[in-house]
């Protein structure tokens, strides 16, 4: 009982301090700590019992485990999305996009640009920088508030293309290991809920912003903004996609080299994973910087916004990650863990609160599979479950409850990216990236079980 009473109270106290503003440096620990004096964990490696975990090395394995996986990718990132701003390609793309579909349409494109990064491969965390740029060169143009700027780049990155079939992003590929299937498995359903959450969440979305344009909100520049608007001395707007196309194009190379056709001969014949989005970025900041070469006395300065930005983003999110690692420690989390093998109705039912629940509590929709699916998954399958629809409902459900306030990405893209508060854009962010893929593992469940 105390166990479960600190799991809970520890997670509502991050959530709490999260929107309220706490620093999630100071907010992760002291959540873990709660969470860890309730479970009866050591504080310190010398004080806890031979073989047994304490509070201190639990954190900071999940902490320093993430950093050291990512910080190159955050780091090329940041510094990419950095220079296509100081470089005028993000301002000259943003009014060619504007100029073509319409100001109307300014939130679209910044939620195509992400759809499009995110179902070519590239991290969820990475688009966020690669697209800021051009989101606020767009939200500019159109004069819409800044602070919707993260549900647009959240919507189009982790909700209709992170868990959808096909999509390469890792959410949709872990359950691949435990269930034999494919990363277009269910692609039928998956495809209904994919043009479900893609168009409801649009709509939604512009109404909001809408609404509050309505109310008087405007957009608000900050210092720290590319302000270039002198749009016929910028590079041609063409030759400024070819950062964002390079990113994707040597991305998918690396990624699948057995693809590639003649390339195929020189390529590496196993896939590079993260480190394919390593030589993406790193060559797609090479091409910006040729794109942007009348602004090459800018570029010291951006790289080092970029490097500041990148070091502030990954620590948010190993904070949280590290809170993750205590939390899976608990005693209620074990027991968290049985009850949800033991819910009682259909297979899928069972596996989508099992996961959207564990993807909550570790505000993490990879944790929440990784540790979910070696447990249901046999139980599940020997009662019955076929396998292609328990994939798509775990990759689904995973995106829902994970995008709470603490969850990494969201305290990364609304703060570190964005330079926002949760206040101010969070509710936003909530409603499309929690409310829309709940609905959305409804639907899932409900048409595989009606067929």
Not at 348 to 356: D, E, F, N, P, S
Not at 413 to 439: F, M, N, Q, S, W
């Amino acid at each position: 009982m105390i166990s479960a009473i600190g799991l809970i109270g520890g997670l509502a106290l991050l959530i709490y301090m999260t929107v309220k503003g706490v620093n999630i440096l100071i907010a992760g620990p002291i959540a873990a700590a709660i969470v860890a004096m309730t479970s009866g964990l050591a504080w310190l490696p010398p004080l806890a019992a031979e073989g047994a975990p304490d509070f201190a090395t639990a954190y900071m394995d999940g902490f320093v485990s993430f950093f050291k996986s990512w910080f190159f990718m955050f780091l090329l990132g940041a510094i990419f999305g950095e220079i296509m701003g100081a470089s005028g390609a993000a301002a000259s793309v943003a009014h060619w996009v504007i100029e073509k579909i319409g100001i109307k349409h300014a939130v679209l494109a910044v939620v195509a640009a992400c759809a499009i990064l995110t179902y070519g491969g590239v991290s969820v965390f990475i688009v966020a920088f690669s697209v800021y740029s051009l989101a606020v060169h767009l939200f500019r143009e159109a004069n819409l508030p800044r602070r919707f700027i993260p549900a647009a780049l959240a919507f189009g990155s982790v909700t209709f293309t992170m868990t959808t079939a096909g999509s390469p992003e890792i959410q949709n590929l872990i359950p691949m290991e435990f269930l034999g299937t494919t990363a277009y498995a269910g692609w039928e359903v998956s495809l209904v809920v994919a043009i479900f959450m893609a168009v409801s969440g649009h709509f939604w979305l512009n109404w909001m912003v809408k609404r509050a344009v309505a109310n008087g909100e405007t957009f608000v520049g900050r210092e720290t903004d590319d302000t270039n608007t002198d749009y016929g001395n910028l590079p041609a707007p063409i030759i400024c996609l070819l950062p964002l196309v390079a990113v994707l194009g040597i991305f998918l190379i690396f990624q699948y080299p057995q693809d590639m056709g003649p390339l195929s001969a020189i390529l590496p014949q196993n896939s590079l994973d993260k480190w394919a989005l390593v030589a993406a970025l790193g060559s797609g900041a090479i091409v910006a910087l040729i794109v942007g070469y009348r602004k090459l006395r800018a570029m010291p300065e951006a790289f080092s916004r970029g490097a500041t930005s990148a070091v502030v983003a990954i620590t948010n999110t190993c904070a949280v990650v590290g809170f993750g690692a205590v939390a899976k420690l608990s005693p209620a989390f074990q027991e968290a863990l049985i009850m949800v093998q033991n819910i009682p109705g259909s297979p899928l039912i069972g596996a989508a609160v099992a996961v959207t629940v564990i993807a909550g509590l570790t505000g993490s929709a990879s944790g929440g599979q990784t540790i979910a699916l070696p447990l249901i998954a046999p139980h599940y399958m020997d009662v019955g479950a076929q396998p292609d629809e328990l994939h798509r409902v775990v990759a689904i459900s995973s995106g829902a409850l994970d995008s709470l306030p603490h969850n990494g990405y969201v305290v990364t893209t609304i703060r570190a990216v964005c330079g926002e508060t949760h206040k101010d854009a969070y509710g936003a962010v909530g409603a499309l990236t929690v409310i829309i893929p709940v609905i959305g593992t409804i639907i899932a469940v409900a048409l595989f079980t009606m067929f």
